[in-house]
């Protein structure tokens, strides 16, 4: 089911990371970001593999991060990898369409580099009117962001002007968190009293 989690692991080491990948694909994708020090402790010893290694895989998916198709609009809040189920959710809507949703994709970050899928984001937007992509930068003084042109400020806190500006009503809209739990708390804590509001947060892999 889109949206949901699995859990890989190596050197006896396992953690939970959102499926990126559709249901109906071959292959199973995740988004791993190596973050500088200290490195998660999953993460680091995933990142010393060469490719072709291999990994234990748990047999189920799980999580009840879900797709409400009964709202008409869906407004995606991710942080970096949090974007992961939000692609499994909008590959797997445009594989096999049901309704005619909108889908309003705002993804946070501190530098441009961190949106790992911008490309495919902007693309869905540039070629399906129902695809809104958004993504802003929270760092938009710093070398490492030179040239960005885009949205600036957390991500949590464009959400109220962008539901605004579309005129996204409560009883029609479910909004989705999924990344770095105070942004998750601070979504819930803005718009929880009046729109629906589901939450995944990714706690640290330091331990």
């Known amino acids: 089911m889109p949206g949901q989690y699995c859990t890989i692991g190596t050197g006896g080491v396992e953690r939970p990371y959102s499926i990126a990948s559709a249901p109906h694909e071959e292959e199973l994708e995740l988004f791993i970001e190596l973050v500088q020090p200290p490195h998660g402790k999953l993460t680091r010893l995933l990142h010393q593999l060469q490719e072709g290694a291999a990994v234990t895989l748990r047999p189920q998916p799980k999580g009840r991060f879900a797709f409400r198709p009964e709202f008409r609009n869906h407004v995606f809040v991710a942080t970096v990898t949090g974007i992961a189920p939000f692609v499994s959710m909008l590959r797997s809507h445009l594989h096999r369409p049901t309704g005619e949703p909108q889908f309003h994709v705002l993804e946070g970050a501190s530098y441009a580099d961190e949106f790992g899928y911008a490309t495919e984001m902007r693309d869905l937007a540039a070629t399906h009117a129902f695809v809104h992509y958004v993504p802003s930068v929270s760092r938009p003084g710093d070398a490492r962001n030179a ?20 005129a996204l009503a409560p009883d029609e809209t479910c909004i989705y968190a999924c990344g770095h739990p105070a942004m998750i708390d601070d979504v819930r804590e803005r718009l929880g009293g ?11 892999d330091a331990v």
Not at 147 to 166: C, K
Not at 194 to 202: D, G, M, P, Q
């Open 147 to 166: 040239g960005w042109t885009g949205a600036t400020g957390r991500i949590n806190a464009l959400v109220e002007p962008h539901l605004a500006s579309h």
């Open 194 to 204: 009046a729109y629906t509001v589901e939450l995944e947060r990714f706690w640290t």
